[in-house]
Protein backbone atom coordinates (compact mmCIF):
# COMPACT_ATOMS: atom_id res chain seq x y z
CA UNK A 1 0.00 0.00 0.00
CA UNK A 2 2.67 2.43 0.68
CA UNK A 3 4.43 1.34 -2.30
CA UNK A 4 1.21 2.82 -4.50
CA UNK A 5 0.82 5.64 -2.39
CA UNK A 6 4.45 6.72 -3.13
CA UNK A 7 4.08 6.08 -6.57
CA UNK A 8 0.90 8.09 -6.97
CA UNK A 9 2.40 10.91 -5.06
CA UNK A 10 5.83 10.98 -7.46
CA UNK A 11 3.00 10.75 -10.55
CA UNK A 12 1.87 14.26 -9.06
CA UNK A 13 4.90 16.28 -8.44
CA UNK A 14 6.11 14.65 -12.08
CA UNK A 15 3.01 16.50 -13.75
CA UNK A 16 3.02 19.21 -11.44
CA UNK A 17 6.67 19.81 -12.75
CA UNK A 18 6.38 19.20 -16.21
CA UNK A 19 3.44 21.92 -16.63
CA UNK A 20 5.14 24.73 -14.66
CA UNK A 21 6.79 25.84 -17.55
CA UNK A 22 3.52 26.11 -19.98
CA UNK A 23 1.90 29.18 -20.48
CA UNK A 24 -0.66 30.36 -18.38
CA UNK A 25 -3.52 29.61 -20.57
CA UNK A 26 -2.48 25.81 -20.64
CA UNK A 27 -1.31 25.84 -17.03
CA UNK A 28 -5.40 26.30 -15.56
CA UNK A 29 -6.84 23.82 -17.83
CA UNK A 30 -3.86 21.58 -16.58
CA UNK A 31 -4.05 22.25 -13.25
CA UNK A 32 -8.72 21.90 -13.63
CA UNK A 33 -7.22 18.80 -14.92
CA UNK A 34 -5.68 17.33 -12.18
CA UNK A 35 -8.07 18.33 -9.85
CA UNK A 36 -10.71 16.61 -11.63
CA UNK A 37 -8.71 13.35 -11.97
CA UNK A 38 -7.02 13.01 -9.04
CA UNK A 39 -7.85 10.40 -6.68
CA UNK A 40 -9.01 11.60 -3.74
CA UNK A 41 -7.32 9.23 -1.49
CA UNK A 42 -4.05 9.98 -2.24
CA UNK A 43 -3.25 12.37 0.54
CA UNK A 44 -5.30 9.80 3.18
CA UNK A 45 -3.16 7.09 2.11
CA UNK A 46 0.51 9.05 1.57
CA UNK A 47 1.96 8.61 4.99
CA UNK A 48 3.16 12.34 6.60
CA UNK A 49 6.93 12.68 7.81
CA UNK A 50 6.92 13.08 12.17
CA UNK A 51 9.15 16.30 12.18
CA UNK A 52 11.85 15.27 14.72
CA UNK A 53 9.44 13.58 17.07
CA UNK A 54 12.62 11.48 18.55
CA UNK A 55 15.03 13.73 18.55
CA UNK A 56 13.28 16.15 20.90
CA UNK A 57 12.44 13.37 23.18
CA UNK A 58 15.82 11.74 23.05
CA UNK A 59 17.08 14.99 24.46
CA UNK A 60 14.49 15.48 27.48
CA UNK A 61 15.51 12.20 28.77
CA UNK A 62 19.13 12.55 28.31
CA UNK A 63 21.43 13.02 31.51
CA UNK A 64 24.30 15.53 31.78
CA UNK A 65 27.37 13.71 30.66
CA UNK A 66 31.26 14.47 30.32
CA UNK A 67 31.45 14.70 26.74
CA UNK A 68 32.15 18.44 26.47
CA UNK A 69 34.92 17.97 29.25
CA UNK A 70 36.00 15.39 27.35
CA UNK A 71 36.14 17.57 24.28
CA UNK A 72 38.59 20.49 26.23
CA UNK A 73 40.64 18.28 27.82
CA UNK A 74 41.65 17.85 32.08
CA UNK A 75 41.03 20.31 34.23
CA UNK A 76 37.73 21.76 32.83
CA UNK A 77 35.38 23.33 35.29
CA UNK A 78 31.94 24.23 35.33
CA UNK A 79 30.33 27.36 36.08
CA UNK A 80 26.90 28.29 37.33
CA UNK A 81 24.53 30.61 39.44
CA UNK A 82 21.87 30.41 41.88
CA UNK A 83 19.68 33.52 42.42
CA UNK A 84 19.46 35.72 39.75
CA UNK A 85 15.68 35.89 40.17
CA UNK A 86 14.48 36.44 43.58
CA UNK A 87 13.90 39.89 45.49
CA UNK A 88 16.70 39.68 48.23
CA UNK A 89 19.76 37.91 49.29
CA UNK A 90 22.84 37.43 47.06
CA UNK A 91 23.49 36.01 43.69
CA UNK A 92 25.87 32.95 44.58
CA UNK A 93 28.08 31.28 41.93
CA UNK A 94 29.72 27.91 42.06
CA UNK A 95 32.94 26.57 39.91
CA UNK A 96 33.40 22.88 40.05
CA UNK A 97 36.27 20.74 38.36
CA UNK A 98 35.07 16.97 38.62
CA UNK A 99 37.52 13.77 39.24
CA UNK A 100 36.05 11.73 36.33
CA UNK A 101 36.70 8.42 38.42
CA UNK A 102 34.64 9.55 41.50
CA UNK A 103 31.78 11.69 40.59
CA UNK A 104 28.40 11.27 42.61
CA UNK A 105 25.85 9.50 40.48
CA UNK A 106 22.24 11.31 39.95
CA UNK A 107 24.22 14.89 39.49
CA UNK A 108 21.41 17.00 37.07
CA UNK A 109 20.25 20.33 36.87
CA UNK A 110 20.11 21.37 41.01
CA UNK A 111 16.15 22.77 39.85
CA UNK A 112 15.21 18.84 39.08
CA UNK A 113 16.21 17.54 42.39
CA UNK A 114 14.98 17.71 45.47
CA UNK A 115 16.33 19.53 48.52
CA UNK A 116 17.59 16.37 50.17
CA UNK A 117 18.90 14.83 47.09
CA UNK A 118 20.51 18.44 46.65
CA UNK A 119 21.84 18.44 49.95
CA UNK A 120 23.03 14.59 49.76
CA UNK A 121 25.55 15.53 46.63
CA UNK A 122 26.75 19.06 48.17
CA UNK A 123 28.00 16.71 50.60
CA UNK A 124 29.21 14.19 48.47
CA UNK A 125 31.01 16.95 45.93
CA UNK A 126 32.81 18.63 48.62
CA UNK A 127 35.02 15.43 49.58
CA UNK A 128 35.39 14.51 45.45
CA UNK A 129 35.80 17.52 43.50
CA UNK A 130 37.45 20.71 43.42
CA UNK A 131 35.11 23.85 44.13
CA UNK A 132 35.23 27.87 44.73
CA UNK A 133 32.17 29.80 45.54
CA UNK A 134 31.74 33.46 44.48
CA UNK A 135 28.95 35.48 46.20
CA UNK A 136 27.73 39.14 44.39
CA UNK A 137 25.78 41.28 47.21
CA UNK A 138 22.52 43.10 47.35
CA UNK A 139 24.90 46.44 46.92
CA UNK A 140 26.58 45.05 43.95
CA UNK A 141 23.51 43.81 42.29
CA UNK A 142 22.03 46.96 42.54
CA UNK A 143 24.68 48.92 41.50
CA UNK A 144 25.55 47.13 38.47
CA UNK A 145 22.46 45.01 37.32
CA UNK A 146 21.99 41.53 38.48
CA UNK A 147 23.71 40.10 34.76
CA UNK A 148 26.35 42.00 35.58
CA UNK A 149 26.70 40.87 39.21
CA UNK A 150 25.87 37.04 38.12
CA UNK A 151 28.93 37.13 35.71
CA UNK A 152 30.95 38.87 39.06
CA UNK A 153 29.91 35.98 41.16
CA UNK A 154 31.34 33.55 38.15
CA UNK A 155 34.77 35.29 37.66
CA UNK A 156 35.09 35.16 41.83
CA UNK A 157 33.83 31.40 41.82
CA UNK A 158 36.77 30.28 38.94
CA UNK A 159 39.46 32.47 41.00
CA UNK A 160 38.35 30.35 44.39
CA UNK A 161 39.16 26.94 42.57
CA UNK A 162 42.42 25.37 44.63
CA UNK A 163 43.46 24.26 40.80
CA UNK A 164 43.32 26.88 37.97
CA UNK A 165 40.95 25.55 35.43
CA UNK A 166 42.24 25.32 31.90
CA UNK A 167 38.89 25.91 30.37
CA UNK A 168 35.51 26.03 31.49
CA UNK A 169 31.85 25.40 30.68
CA UNK A 170 29.68 28.27 31.60
CA UNK A 171 25.57 27.66 31.98
CA UNK A 172 23.56 30.67 30.22
CA UNK A 173 24.21 32.84 26.86
CA UNK A 174 26.98 35.07 27.97
CA UNK A 175 30.60 33.86 29.85
CA UNK A 176 32.25 35.92 32.33
CA UNK A 177 35.69 37.17 31.52
CA UNK A 178 38.58 34.52 33.02
CA UNK A 179 42.07 33.74 32.79
CA UNK A 180 41.33 30.92 30.92
CA UNK A 181 39.13 29.97 27.66
CA UNK A 182 35.51 30.52 28.60
CA UNK A 183 32.53 28.69 26.24
CA UNK A 184 28.69 29.47 27.52
CA UNK A 185 26.51 26.62 26.80
CA UNK A 186 22.52 27.22 27.14
CA UNK A 187 20.97 25.13 29.07
CA UNK A 188 24.57 23.50 30.21
CA UNK A 189 23.27 22.36 33.59
CA UNK A 190 21.45 19.84 31.67
CA UNK A 191 24.22 19.11 29.53
CA UNK A 192 27.50 19.00 31.68
CA UNK A 193 28.14 16.81 34.67
CA UNK A 194 30.69 19.62 35.79
CA UNK A 195 28.27 22.68 35.21
CA UNK A 196 25.55 19.99 36.60
CA UNK A 197 27.52 20.02 40.09
CA UNK A 198 28.37 23.69 40.06
CA UNK A 199 24.53 24.28 39.62
CA UNK A 200 23.60 21.61 43.33
CA UNK A 201 26.78 23.93 44.89
CA UNK A 202 25.74 27.53 44.09
CA UNK A 203 22.31 26.47 45.12
CA UNK A 204 22.57 24.42 48.43
CA UNK A 205 25.19 27.59 49.62
CA UNK A 206 22.75 30.40 48.68
CA UNK A 207 19.42 28.34 50.38
CA UNK A 208 21.70 27.75 53.45
CA UNK A 209 22.42 31.61 53.45
CA UNK A 210 18.89 32.85 52.90
CA UNK A 211 17.95 30.41 55.90
CA UNK A 212 20.49 32.45 57.84
CA UNK A 213 18.76 35.79 56.76
CA UNK A 214 15.48 34.06 57.73
CA UNK A 215 16.39 33.88 61.48
CA UNK A 216 17.49 37.67 61.66
CA UNK A 217 14.49 38.55 59.59
CA UNK A 218 11.66 36.56 60.61
CA UNK A 219 8.19 37.25 58.81
CA UNK A 220 9.49 37.20 55.22
CA UNK A 221 9.37 33.60 54.98
CA UNK A 222 12.61 33.20 53.64
CA UNK A 223 13.24 29.79 54.83
CA UNK A 224 11.17 28.67 52.11
CA UNK A 225 11.24 30.84 49.49
CA UNK A 226 14.59 31.95 49.55
CA UNK A 227 13.34 35.64 48.74
CA UNK A 228 11.78 35.32 45.77
CA UNK A 229 8.38 37.15 45.43
CA UNK A 230 6.00 34.07 46.95
CA UNK A 231 2.88 35.12 48.86
CA UNK A 232 4.71 34.89 52.15
CA UNK A 233 7.23 37.22 51.29
CA UNK A 234 4.52 39.44 49.65
CA UNK A 235 3.18 39.82 52.91
CA UNK A 236 6.00 40.42 54.95
CA UNK A 237 6.63 43.11 52.56
CA UNK A 238 3.26 44.65 53.52
CA UNK A 239 3.52 44.24 57.07
CA UNK A 240 7.43 44.75 58.22
CA UNK A 241 8.70 47.21 55.08
CA UNK A 242 12.09 46.70 53.16
CA UNK A 243 15.29 45.20 54.07
CA UNK A 244 18.68 46.32 53.19
CA UNK A 245 18.88 42.21 52.04
CA UNK A 246 16.27 43.65 49.62
CA UNK A 247 17.59 44.50 45.86
CA UNK A 248 15.71 48.07 45.73
CA UNK A 249 16.45 48.00 41.80
CA UNK A 250 14.44 44.83 41.49
CA UNK A 251 10.80 47.18 40.51
CA UNK A 252 8.88 45.37 42.92
CA UNK A 253 10.88 46.78 46.17
CA UNK A 254 11.39 49.83 43.97
CA UNK A 255 7.96 50.37 43.76
CA UNK A 256 7.21 49.79 47.83
CA UNK A 257 10.12 52.67 48.07
CA UNK A 258 8.50 55.30 46.16
CA UNK A 259 6.57 58.54 48.41
CA UNK A 260 3.29 57.01 48.57
CA UNK A 261 4.57 53.36 48.95
CA UNK A 262 5.73 51.66 52.02
CA UNK A 263 8.57 52.92 54.42
CA UNK A 264 11.85 51.43 54.71
CA UNK A 265 12.81 49.02 57.62
CA UNK A 266 16.15 49.94 59.07
Given at each position: ?22 P ?11 R ?55 V????V ?95 S ?51 Q ?22
Amino acid sequence: MFDDAAGQIRTLKQAAASSAGAPSTRRKAAGAGRRATAPKSTRATAPRPTRAAAPKSARARRAPSFDLETRLGPLTCGVDEAGRGPWAGPVVAAAVILNPTCTPAGLNDSKKLTAKRREELYAALMVTARIGVGIADVEEIDRLNIGRASLIAMERAVAALPTPPLAALVDGRIAPKLACPAHPVIRGDGISLSVAAASVIAKVTRDRIMTDLAAEHPGYGWERNKGYGAPAHREGLERHGVTQHHRRSFSPIHNMLRPEGHSELC
